[in-house]
Structures are given as structure tokens and as C-alpha cells.
């Protein structure tokens, strides 16, 4: 899932979004609260309206930015009191009212609001969060059934989220939690938070055994292209990710080498800011070399073609080279920004075709 | 013409510009000369290709930027010294070199390397002014047509350019000396450049009836909407404006207010990050209020459909709120500097299709 933080995925329009053949896309509770409030999306019809997609939207329940961004947060039972880092304005979130908010958002993939700890954090914090987490969980379903007629969205879908940090025995107690409240997906927050990678593993390889075949699987959080091939291998069905909008604003661009993705180095990442490629005629939507040399000892540039999308996309990748680009970058020109969001998003796709085979 | 001064109309892509159905952009010779280079183009296989773009290219000579943008320039009669304000590296352009890279470029309209001066000046700087700028266009029309075999665009016009200020005697000095060398169209420069608008349409009324009426007028430098219609109705066919453009990026919307362009308040300019388009569910490609009350004592909105343009562009127009509009200005969203671009070059182009009835 791209992500619209704000009501736009960062450069792109939601037609944009369409023509890459995203079906769905992650926008957030918490930004969109502040700025521009959810009178202003209420009163334009909900969400889809107002930044004018006809896909999917999965909402963020606010839990995760609450505990990251906001400034002077007190956490009861109740919920989480907390101050704008805009304004300083003074806000609320509690399990009731992030639901509410996702329901006049008009979300499709409406998520739990959820107690997130840093890590590491010894045992007895991640045990309290997991735990309240649960007792949250209740209150959100609860809400969340409430608010169904009514709702813009009535077919909406409702995510719990396991945490529990790396300890196997919290995050079965906080999946057994949520199965036995019951929801039409299971999301795995509290990981992709510095750990190492390895531990992320190990965590997956314990907790998602235990977890419904037949309810998708939500990786909550950013993943490098082959560390996405080790989650997928594990079950999980879903990411949200932030590393191909935000790498595509510093240059660099995610471009397959070879096929096999069994093998970590199945792509690369190139600073197309680089001096090397000032004047290339390469064209942007390349997928770069394949890594093995052919006949006469050259390393070719393998084409790869959106298999999905509206066509005239492949337009934007296939009309402009990288050495266009780099010019963009080096003059500082919007476009620069948006081309390589393109090439990154169109990437993450593609990825995603592949593994679905 | 949108003005993709280094390659690319500020936040649009080559693909954007043919959707919103302009048929010619301008470029610059001064700034594409400093960067990319003109071999990174040349190498690309021209300018078109460089920048993805299958309409026609203009290009200015570079007169115009070495005269405002250079430091330390030196004026002889064989051209301009001057160092490059990014690196302060040393370059020459002269009437040939100038054509030179204009060709190397592939542009589809060659402009002559002519003398700028500000105005006001004394009226012998002018005239001198005018008198190296006939003599240059002699060399310029020398010069084109020796490169025209072996260019990539053999078809490529040439445009000489009228100064004098707001001499008339000197306007007609200028075109005469022009007119006697003989080229594909005349541009009228050095106008826009400050003076007060009456005096820029006493020296067209003056200056326009003795140019031949089946070469293109071109008058160069930006123009309000209600100017252009004066500057239209004096026999004017061209213009370069860097106005919609630069104003969106401030969030300055042009819009129709009424059908009759003969009233100087067909239109108006609204700013977008106003607080009173927060949370408006109007439309972006709405043209504003009619100016007059209906029956119901209401101002209706008229809504305007681009008559040319790819379809799928008008989508973009139609689909995105006022109120998603000030959001993404209030966030800083590059997609609303881009939709904001889009808004007015579709009115400027669509003012021109009004124009030509």
C-alpha cells in the first residue's frame, strides 16, 4: 500500500495512483485529525471524495503516531490525552473515537486503536501494552459494530493488532487475545521499529502459525524489496511502506537486477543524483542489469513491463531516461520528484505481481 | 506557450502538457547551455527527445537571460561574455553560436540572438541597441541557413525580433532592417518589460500594421488575461507567459467569471490557501461566478469543459475539490502545486481557444 499520510500519496494525485494499478492505499487518523479535520472530510463525503480515489483506503488508527509524534501525551485507561505539534492544540484519542474518526473518513480497512511501546522495553511494559491493546480491542469492535448503520461504509473491514515486541509468548498471548474478540484481519504492529531484522523472523516464524488462513495478514510498517520476500514466504499478505515515496525524494530509485528473488540481490537501488548518470540515455523504467554477463562478456539492462496498470502509465516510465532525471534533480525541478516516485511505486507493484506469480 | 524554461514546465511532465493539449512549449538556450549542457542533449538526440516531448519546442536565443541573469557580462560586436551564476565558469554565446546550439537542440522556432536593453534608456542606447541587433540578425539568418542541411530539424523556422522600446520610430527602424533580411515570423521584444500597459498598446498599434499578415506575430513576455485579449485583437498570434505557471505555485487560480471578453473582468484570480476555501467541495476546474444573479438572486458557478485536450486530463480537473486543494497548500503537498499548474495553463489555453472563436 502507498501511502496518502495526508490525503496524497507524497508527489502523486489519486488518479495517478489509479493509473499504477494500486488497489488500495494507507492514509493516517492522526494527520488527517489535525489537518484539515474531519468536519472538512465528513462534509465532502468522506475520504474517497475529498482526495478523489476509487480504490481502497486502510485508515491507521492514530495509536502509532500518537505515541511517536505528539507532543505531551498523558495515556489512561481511557485513552490518550495529547497537544498538536502544529498549534498545541489539545486533543483526545480513545479506542471509541478512532473508530468513529475511520468511520467518517469512510475507510474501507478500518484499524484498532492499539497501546505501541518503543523497543527494546523490558518485559512488563510490552506485557501492559499488549494487554490494554486487548482490552482497547474489545472497546473498538464494540464501537465499530455500533457505528455500522449509518456509516458511509457500512462493508467496511475492522483490523485488530498484535503487538508484544519480540516475545513470543506476548505476542501468542495478544493474537489469542484478539481471535477470541474476533476481526476480519490480523495486523503485526510493533515490529519494523529498529530491531533486527533476524528477530522480526524469528517472530514471524512463531506467531503466524497461530494465526487464521483465511483472514489477511497486515505487516504494519516499512520493509526493504527482499526483506518483503522473507515476510511474504512467512504468510503475510499485506504492507504499508514508506520507502518507496520517501527514497524516490532523495533519488534513489529501486530497479530489479534479475528473477530470482529467492536471492537477496534480486534488485538495486541507484542515486540516479549521481554524476555517473549525467547525460544516460537509459530509460527510467529499465529494471537495470541482470547481474550475469552474456555472450560477449556484457551485462545487459533488462526491460521489465507493468503487467498491470492503466496503460497509458507506462507511458510516464518508458518516455523519459535517466539522464533527464538526473538533469530534474540537479535543477531541482518537481518532476524530478514525481518521475522517481513513479519508478519506485511502479517497482513495489511489480514486486508484489511477481510473488503473487 | 508554457514556458519549460530548464526542460520541463515547472511540475508537469511532457505527457501532462500534451493531455492539457498544448501543442508548443518554450525553452531556454541560456539556461539549457549551463545545464545540462548542450552535448547532454545533443547526445540524448535533441531536446524533444531529451524531455519526452512530441509537441513543437520554441526556444529563446538566450538575448533575453544573458542581458538579466548573467554576472559580469562584456557586450562587443561579436557577441556576449559572461559568467555562469551557478559556477561562475566563463561562456560565450554570439548570433551564431547562439543558432548553433538552437539547432544541436532540434527547436522547432529558432529565435534570433538579439540586444535587450532596460527601459527606460536614452533613446541613442536604443537605437544602438536595434541597429547590432539588425546586424546580428544577418549573421543569425547566415547561420541557420548553413546548419538547416545535417540539423535533426531541417524544417526548423527562424523568428527575428523587433526591439526599439517604445520608440516608435525605432520599432519601425527595427522591423524594417528585419523585414529587408526576410524570416519565417517576427517577434516583438523588449515590450513587458516594466512600461505601463498603454504604452506597450500605442506601440503595437503602431508597429503591428506594416508586418506582413501571413507570418506569425509573436509578442514576447508574460501577460494578464485581459491584456492578452487587447494585445490578440491588435493582430498578436503568440505568446510566451511564465504568469500561470509561477502564480500556482503561489496558489493563485485564474478562472472565468463571464463569457464576454471584452470586459476586462472576465476573469478573475482567486488564492487557494485563503481560509475561506477550506473544507469547499467546488470543483478546481469550475470557472468561478457569473458575475450576474439568476432568477433566484443566486451568482451561479459555470462550469467550463476543455474543448480540446486528452480526454483523461479533464478527469484531473474534475475530480480534485477547492478544499483537497487548499489542504494540499496547507500541507505542502507537491500535488497541489501541480494540480494548482494545471488549473491555469488549462485556462490560458482555454482563453486561447475562446480567442479563436
Chains 1, 2 share one sequence.
Not at 462493508?155 to 506476548?170: P, R, S
Request: hydrophobic letters at 35%.
Amino acid at each position: 500500500m502507498p501511502i496518502a499520510t495526508k490525503g496524497a500519496v507524497k508527489t502523486l494525485s489519486s488518479l495517478d495512483i489509479e493509473r499504477l494499478g494500486s488497489p488500495v492505499v494507507l492514509s493516517n487518523t492522526y494527520h488527517l485529525m489535525l489537518r484539515p479535520g474531519v468536519e472538512v472530510i465528513r462534509n465532502a463525503g468522506g475520504l474517497h471524495r475529498f482526495m478523489g480515489w476509487n480504490g481502497a483506503i486502510l485508515t491507521d488508527s492514530g495509536g502509532y503516531q500518537v505515541f511517536s509524534l505528539a507532543d505531551r501525551r498523558t495515556v489512561t485507561e481511557d485513552g490518550v490525552l495529547f497537544a498538536s505539534p502544529i498549534d498545541g492544540s489539545k486533543h483526545i484519542l480513545t479506542p471509541e473515537l478512532s473508530i468513529e474518526i475511520q468511520r467518517a473518513l469512510g475507510s474501507d480497512i478500518v484499524m484498532c486503536f492499539d497501546e505501541v511501546v518503543a523497543l527494546p522495553s523490558d518485559r512488563e511494559t510490552v506485557a501492559s501494552a499488549v494487554d490494554r491493546t486487548t482490552r482497547w480491542a474489545v472497546r473498538c469492535k464494540e464501537t465499530f459494530e455500533k457505528t455500522r448503520s449509518g456509516s458511509i461504509n457500512p462493508g467496511a473491514l475492522l483490523f485488530g493488532i498484535i503487538q508484544g515486541g519480540t516475545d513470543d509468548e506476548l505476542r501468542r498471548r495478544s493474537a489469542e487475545g484478539l481471535l477470541k474478540i474476533g476481526f476480519d484481519g490480523y495486523a503485526i504492529g510493533g515490529l519494523s521499529v529498529g530491531e533486527p531484522f533476524e528477530d522480526a523472523l524469528i517472530t514471524l516464524d512463531a506467531l503466524v502459525p497461530s494465526l487464521p488462513t483465511d483472514k489477511p495478514r497486515y505487516f504494519m510498517g516499512g520493509a526493504q524489496p527482499h526483506q518483503i520476500v522473507e515476510y511474504v514466504k512467512r504468510g503475510i499478505d499485506m504492507f504499508d511502506c514508506v520507502l518507496p515515496t520517501r527514497n524516490a525524494r532523495h533519488g534513489h530509485l529501486y530497479r530489479f537486477v534479475h528473477d530470482d528473488l529467492s536471492q537477496s540481490d534480486f534488485y538495486e537501488v541507484v542515486n540516479v543524483t549521481n554524476a555517473k548518470w549525467k547525460g544516460s540515455t537509459e530509460k527510467i523504467g529499465t529494471t537495470g542489469r541482470t547481474g550475469r554477463q552474456d555472450g560477449q562478456g556484457h551485462d545487459p539492462v533488462v526491460p521489465y513491463v507493468l503487467s498491470s496498470g492503466r496503460p497509458d502509465f507506462n507511458e510516464e516510465l518508458s518516455r523519459f531516461s535517466m539522464g533527464y532525471l538526473h538533469h530534474l534533480f540537479d535543477t531541482e525541478e518537481m518532476l524530478g520528484y514525481r518521475l522517481a516516485t513513479v519508478v519506485n511505486v511502479s517497482f513495489y507493484l511489480e514486486l508484489f505481481r511477481r510473488l503473487r506469480g
